[in-house]
C-alpha cells in the first residue's frame, strides 16, 4: 500500500480543522452538526474509494462497484450542498441551483456508466495520412 504524501496528510489535517470549526461555531444546532459530519464523513469515503479505484487492475471486477460507490458519494455532496445553498435563496436561484444540481448528478451518471469510450487514433493515422483516409473511406 502506497503511503499518504505529505501535502494528502496536510489537506486531511485541514479539512478535520475546519469541520471541527464548523461544528464548534454551530453553537448546538443539531443539523449544522449532522450536516458538517455527513459532509466529512462523506469526503473522507470519497477520497478513500477514488485512492482504492486508481489502484484496482484495470479489468478488475469491483472497478464498477467502486465507481458506483464514487457516484453515489459524489451524488449525496451534491445534493447536500445544494440543499444548503438553496436555502437562503430566493426561488428563481433555488431553481436554478437545483438544475444545476441535477445535471451535474446526471451528467456524472453517464459519464461513469454510459459513455463509452472509444479508443485513441494512433499518431500513425492522424487526420490526413493516407492511413486515416483508407479509414474513413471505408466506413
Known amino acids: 500500500m502506497a503511503e499518504l504524501s505529505w501535502l494528502t496528510a496536510l489537506g486531511f489535517l485541514f ?3 475546519n469541520s471541527g470549526m464548523a461544528i464548534y461555531r454551530s453553537n448546538g444546532d443539531k443539523s449544522s452538526i ?3 459530519v455527513v459532509s466529512y464523513l462523506d469526503l473522507v469515503a470519497l477520497f478513500g474509494c477514488l485512492r482504492y479505484y486508481e489502484r484496482l487492475d484495470r479489468h478488475s471486477p469491483r472497478r464498477e462497484t467502486v465507481k458506483a460507490a ?15 445553498v438553496a436555502e437562503i435563496m430566493p426561488l428563481a436561484v433555488k431553481i436554478v441551483v437545483w438544475a444545476m444540481a441535477a445535471a451535474t448528478t446526471c451528467g456524472g451518471f453517464y459519464a461513469f456508466f454510459l459513455y463509452d469510450e472509444k479508443p485513441a487514433m494512433p499518431a500513425a493515422a492522424a487526420v490526413g495520412t493516407p492511413a486515416a483516409r483508407k479509414d474513413y473511406a471505408t466506413n
Not at 70 to 84: D, I, N
Open 34 to 36: 449532522l450536516f458538517v
Open 15 to 17: 479539512l478535520t480543522f
Open 70 to 84: 464514487v457516484w453515489a458519494l459524489t451524488t449525496l455532496l451534491t445534493v447536500m450542498f445544494s440543499y444548503k
